[in-house]
């Protein structure tokens, strides 16, 4: 072993290698550099021993380097494997620790190949030492360079042109012609508003010949409220929006409302907001402007991130994606350790992460809506100002280092200096919601309408008493008008009655059966399959009322009782019962042989062990049956006329309990009813005198909750008084009085509620005590329930009323009262990024509007400008549009807005959609075939570059050329499902993991989970989608119907033709070519006759379900299907 071998501890320690072999093979004939020994080095030793790091100061990154070494001299001999310091390292051999320290050491190969090609003489080429990783490129602030001097001067109408025919005549490349006007319009219309321009607007811009005919257009789409929507949804794309997400009505991801970030981008946009205060409020907008709702809603770019199962993944997700989206670095990548390229440290990703360790979510209320799950702000706010960040071991959140907490920093790379940080103070409306004067008004106007409500309440209260107390004097006038009336000389009595106290031989004959009289109870308690019944020894008048109260206690399934009816022994009988099994029902037994009428049962539910009073009423063949004195059933009689019988109670499968029984002569003035709806509810003095006491009882409680409700309001009006005092900067000195005011409001309307409460429990008791058979279990519990609930409301009302005697400042604020300031941090950290001197943010933006404009961009890896990432294709180009945006030097041809400040994007689309180099053609023209040998992927740029409409733009599209698209701006997101039918623009339907719309779906929506470059698929669905949608099918009836409406509905060929000529240009917006003119006619007539003679066609059992109807004349039907094939055109999908 060599002594003093410094740098062996260190060496390789973030290695991760694969499976020992069990055996040392043997070493390789010949090992290349190159292909053997770099792969090795870079993927395992450049972190620890690259341009990165140097432990020991060893760098291992090019031969040349291994052989110089480090603190302990040359890690290789060359032609001495065994003498070499690195194989000691990876073998661990003469004491040496073996390396990596950590993981899994080098495979045996890996360790042979090291070995052979040491002892081959450890060859290489010459390598150039790589560049300080600081020095990259992208770590240097843009310079703005000089725009080359074209040969083809007469082509460049903007510098971007220059800088691109600079780039042609260095490869030896001709540009495209410019494209047509109809491709160049249908392009810059698809690209700045993502619709296509109507046929009047085609028609205007091919008329007008003037020379800033094109600017003119520009400029009106740059105006256009249209452009926001469509560069809104870019952007969304780089800033990951989505609409929250979760299970049913839980949220896991993103929030509710955050819809209304949704709408600032769309209107910062329109309004030219520049890009950097666009960043700024994104990420701060609550420290800048805090008591600001328009700005505060941009912080829904950190809302989106939230994730409700664990604090850490949305903090890193906050990290991960605001580096990425405006500086074009993965510092994700350090999380777990240092990164593996980029000059970034573990310890510097979690400084940057305490730039957002404060913050936490909250939802204010907005105006005109107090409940904030239906609507409200969403926004962030440092919940913590002075919360600590701790480096987690390895990454794992399980294992923070609390003793070495670290502060907010930047990656000394892109820092020059520290930033200043400063905690801020907050206005209080912005820390106290409540505060703010809808807030108060509101509450304020709550209160006022609970004491117009409180007083309407009283009056109907009142109304109510004297309606009851009515009720009772009519009731008694009536009783002594028909007492006096019809009383009879001797007083009426019962055919017979029992109230089964001891058995009586001379009433009843006992049948079969366990039947026992105790405690006042007649008790049959065999549960047999068979009527046991008690026959009455006395027989009944033809007409009669007959009633029995019982309870059935058991049985097996029926448990049905009943009361017979012109019985004779038990062979025939009419009977009405009751079972257990939730029915009420009449049945006939004749000669022993039971007949049941399909209309004479219903529902009725039946408890065991409650009590129940069955009455039979009969005059002639009409039968009422009632249940607890309400008329449930009416039936007819059949069969011949009726004789006088005998009644009987029984049971059929059941044990029972009889209470009481009583047979009497149905005098001529009883009331019989043809219909159960047709009775009156029964009722007695007792009861109209019970509904006078809680008629008075409802007052009473009508009166304290009105006196309650005024007493909220004076609350309310007191506490926006010491409100208004507190928290005025400085307090006002009456603060502390008014402070008093509030709380002794506050302790009164607390009294006087426990008062109410109070009232109403025991009103409640009241009522359950009152209710009928005391004995039933149910009745018993609901006293016992209402009992518990008095005592817990006089309880609260005895503290109410001692807390009411204690004066005290402490009053209920308006919603929840937040810190008074904040960090700091986020719009330290904000207004770096958006800083002049950041090396990476204008790049960052310019890379990706060149890329939705030219559909490649000018950074190939769009979120990875770092050391890993590709360098650009056009860095000069990239330099100068940065620092264009950043220090506007220009004002675009013809443009009437011109260069109106810094960071202004719609200058930059000007800049572009106005160049030649935009504007060339995308087809190549014969005569420039040769750039295709040259350049065949277009990186220079040659001609314009061919793409599919994204899948918003094609939903929009199709409904916008039909003239059914809905231009209705802003608000809540639209349910996903109803896309196919509602009209609205894409961006405004709901865009989640879980809620997305399908038809978006199969065209490469946009993935919430990161979507900086969208992908863009060619699957068979995708055409399936187009040909069989509810939406290409529904729209396309309506546009053959315009269309129709146009050029006229008669079949000649110059309307035909007609028709063709404007489908193409308002769905294609072009002219049809000869061939497809005569292609089209043919199709109309062919179609036309095979809906007229539809029996030669096979009909589908199943069709696309749509909104609109298909034509039932068969020329028309024929133009639907023209229209539906044109809006399935590759042109129509197609940006050219």
Not at 628 to 653: C, H, P, Q, S
Request: proline share 7%; hydrophobic share 40%; aromatic share 8%.
């Amino acid at each position: 072993m060599k002594a003093g071998w410094k740098f062996v501890c260190g060496l390789f320690c973030l290695l991760v290698a694969s499976a020992t072999a069990a055996a040392e093979p043997a070493n390789p004939e010949h090992v290349d550099y190159v292909q053997d020994i770099k792969p090795i080095l870079s993927r395992r030793c450049y972190s620890c021993h690259g341009a990165l790091k140097q432990k020991s100061d060893l760098r291992l990154d090019t031969a040349a380097l291994a052989l110089k070494g480090g603190q302990s001299g040359p890690a290789i001999v060359a032609g001495q494997s065994a003498e070499s310091l690195l194989i000691e390292a990876v073998t661990g051999e003469g004491g040496v620790a073996k390396m990596p320290p950590e993981g899994d050491p080098l495979t045996a190969e890996q360790i042979a190949k090291l070995k052979a090609w040491i002892d081959q003489g450890a060859k290489a080429p010459v390598e150039a030492i790589p560049q300080d990783p600081a020095r990259h490129w992208s770590y240097q602030a843009p310079v703005r360079p000089a725009v080359p001097a074209a040969q083809n001067a007469g082509w460049v109408r903007n510098p971007i042109d220059a800088f691109i025919a600079a780039e042609h005549e260095r490869r030896k490349l001709v540009p495209s012609p410019e494209a047509s006007k109809q491709t160049l319009l249908r392009r810059v219309y698809l690209d700045l508003i993502g619709l296509p321009p109507t046929r009047a607007e085609m028609q205007a811009f091919l008329a007008d010949t003037s020379a800033d005919a094109y600017d003119r257009v520009v400029d009106r789409l740059l105006d256009s409220p249209h452009y926001g929507e469509r560069w809104g949804r870019h952007w969304m794309d780089v800033w990951r929006y989505s609409d929250w997400d979760g299970h049913g009505a839980e949220v896991r991801e993103s929030q509710p409302h955050i819809w209304r970030w949704r709408d600032w981008i769309i209107q910062s946009l329109n309004a030219d907001k520049p890009y950097s205060e666009m960043i700024v409020e994104m990420l701060a907008g609550d420290e800048l402007a805090p008591d600001n709702p328009d700005v505060v809603r941009a912080t829904g770019f950190l809302v989106r991130n939230w994730y409700k199962f664990n604090r850490n993944v949305w903090i890193d997700f906050s990290i991960e994606h605001t580096s990425k989206a405006f500086l074009g670095t993965t510092m994700n990548c350090a999380r777990c350790h240092d990164h593996m390229y980029d000059p970034i440290s573990q310890q510097e990703y979690y400084k940057f992460r305490a730039f957002f360790e404060p913050h936490d979510i909250r939802t204010d209320r907005v105006p005109g809506q107090a409940d904030t799950t239906k609507d409200g702000l969403v926004q962030v706010y440092d919940a913590n100002p002075a919360a600590p960040t701790f480096v987690f071991a390895r990454g794992d959140e399980k294992n923070p280092d609390k003793d070495h907490p670290v502060s907010a920093a930047l990656p000394g790379v892109l820092a020059k200096a520290e930033l200043p940080l400063a905690s801020i103070p907050l206005p209080a409306t912005a820390y106290y919601p409540g505060l703010r004067p809808h807030a108060q008004a509101e509450a304020l106007n709550q209160a006022r309408s609970e004491v117009e409500k409180s007083k309407a309440g009283r009056q109907d209260a009142l109304a109510k008493v004297e309606l009851a107390k009515k009720k009772l004097a009519d009731f008694a006038a009536t009783q002594a008008t028909a007492a006096a009336a019809t009383a009879p000389a001797v007083p009426a009595t019962p055919l017979f009655a029992d109230e089964f106290a001891a058995a009586k031989p001379e009433l009843w004959t006992l049948g079969a059966g366990q039947w026992e009289y105790a405690g006042g109870k007649l008790l049959q308690k065999d549960p047999r399959d068979a009527i046991t019944q008690a026959l009455s020894v006395r027989t009944h008048p033809a007409d009669f009322i007959a009633r029995f109260r019982f309870k059935t206690t058991g049985g097996k399934v029926y448990k049905s009782v009943g009361l017979s009816f012109d019985a004779f022994e038990d062979r025939d009988f009419w009977a009405a019962y009751l079972s257990a099994t939730g029915k009420l029902s009449v049945f006939r037994r004749v000669n022993g042989q039971d007949q049941y009428p399909a209309d004479a049962n219903r529902n009725y539910p039946v408890e065991l062990n409650r009590e129940y009073e069955l009455q039979v009423a009969v005059r002639g063949l009409l039968l009422n049956v009632s249940v607890n004195g309400k008329l449930e059933f009416v039936y007819k009689l059949t069969g011949d006329r009726r004789k006088d019988g005998r009644i009987a109670l029984w049971t059929y499968d059941a044990t029972a309990e009889f209470l009481r029984a009583q047979v009497e002569e149905m005098p001529a003035s009883y009331a019989m009813y043809e219909k159960a709806g047709d009775a009156p509810v029964p009722v007695s003095e007792a009861d109209l005198k019970l509904a006078v006491v809680q008629a008075e009882q409802s007052q009473a409680l009508a009166e304290k909750t009105l006196a309650t409700a005024e007493a909220a309001l004076t609350w309310t009006v007191n506490r926006i008084a010491a409100d208004q005092a507190n928290y005025a900067n400085p307090p006002a000195p009456q603060a502390k009085d008014l402070s008093l005011i509030a709380g002794g409001a506050e302790r009164k309307h607390a009294f006087l509620l426990a008062e109410q409460n109070l009232l109403a429990a025991e009103h409640k008791l009241s009522t359950a005590r009152a209710l009928p058979n005391p004995a039933d279990d149910k009745t018993k519990k609901a006293v016992a329930d209402a009992e518990a609930a008095v005592a817990a409301a006089t309880k609260a009302r005895d503290a109410a009323r001692e807390a009411l005697a204690q004066p005290s400042e402490a009053y209920t604020r308006f919603g929840p009262v937040y810190p008074q300031t904040t960090s700091g941090r986020r719009l330290a950290l904000a207004r770096w990024i958006a800083d002049r001197n950041n090396p990476l943010t204008a790049r960052v933006a310019i890379n990706h509007m060149w890329l939705r404009h030219f559909a490649t961009p000018l950074v190939p890896t769009v979120f990875d400008f770092g050391l890993n990432g590709k360098p650009p294709t056009h860095p000069e180009l990239l330099d100068w549009l940065a620092v264009e945006l950043m220090e506007p030097s220009t004002t675009s041809p013809g443009g009437s807005l011109g260069a109106t400040g810094p960071w202004r994007m719609k200058h930059i689309h000007r800049l572009i959609v106005t160049s030649m180099t935009y504007r060339q053609q995308s087809s190549a023209a014969p005569t420039i075939e040769p750039n295709r040998q040259i350049d065949p992927d277009n990186i220079a740029l040659w001609r314009m570059n061919v793409r599919r409409m994204e899948a918003e733009i094609i939903r929009d599209s199709t409904l916008y050329v039909a003239g059914k698209l809905d231009n209705t701006m802003s608000g809540a997101e639209l349910d996903e499902n109803t896309g196919m039918t509602a009209t609205r623009r894409s961006v405004y339907f709901r865009n989640s993991k879980e809620k997305k719309m399908t038809f978006l779906d199969l065209f490469d929506r946009p993935n919430v989970v990161e979507c900086y470059r969208r992908s863009e698929s060619v699957v068979p669905q995708q055409a399936l989608a187009m040909a069989n949608s509810p939406l290409s099918l529904a729209q396309a009836r309506v546009l053959a119907k315009s269309l129709s409406a146009e050029a006229g509905a008669t079949t000649d060929a110059a309307t035909s033709e007609k028709f063709i000529t404007i489908a193409f240009e308002q769905i294609l917006c072009r002219p049809p070519t000869a061939a497809e003119r005569s292609e089209c006619q043919t199709f109309l007539v062919e179609q036309a006759g095979r809906f007229a003679n539809p029996t030669t066609l096979t009909q589908f059992k199943t069709g696309t379900p749509s909104s609109v109807p298909a034509a039932s004349d068969p020329q028309q039907r024929a133009r639907e299907n023209l229209v539906h094939v044109l809006l399935n055109h590759n042109d129509f999908l197609t940006v050219r």
